[in-house]
């Protein structure tokens, strides 16, 4: 079984910066697309970044040019730099995989339960 655990998270003023954490643990043959979304209250759950194993990423819209999305191999565990933030950034993040748990499997999702980021004065 594969676990995410995220960190993190936590409350900052608009403007301010935050890096977040998500180290895959558990029986791991590979990891695929790693990658960071977020809910809002009341909203559904977005893409925020994505980087796959070669490091190619991807972003919203809303988060380019403030946020960036890395990841280290050796340690199956993928950052979000989050600055510049704004009160709409306020979420809970979530971290989700693509990982095989052995060569029985293809690539499944998992996800993290998530770290919450308040932007607010």
């Known amino acids: 079984q594969v676990q995410l655990v995220e960190s993190g998270g936590g409350l900052v003023q608009p403007g301010g910066s935050l890096r977040l954490s998500c180290a895959a643990a558990?029986?791991?043959?590979?990891?695929?697309?790693m990658g960071w979304y977020r809910q809002a209250p009341g909203k559904e759950r977005d893409l925020v970044a994505i980087?796959?194993?070669?490091?190619?990423?991807n972003y919203a819209d809303s988060v380019k040019g403030r946020f960036t999305i890395s990841r280290d191999n050796a340690k199956s565990t993928v950052f979000l730099q989050m600055n510049l933030l704004k009160p709409e950034d306020t979420a809970v993040y979530y971290c989700?995989?693509?990982?095989?748990?052995?060569?029985?499997?293809?690539?499944?999702?998992?996800w993290g339960k998530g770290t919450l980021v308040t932007v607010s004065s």
């Open positions: 558990g029986r791991i043959l590979s990891i695929n697309n």
């Open positions: 989700k995989a693509a990982a095989r748990p052995n060569s029985d499997y293809g690539f499944i999702d998992y």
């Open positions: 980087i796959t194993a070669e490091g190619r990423t």
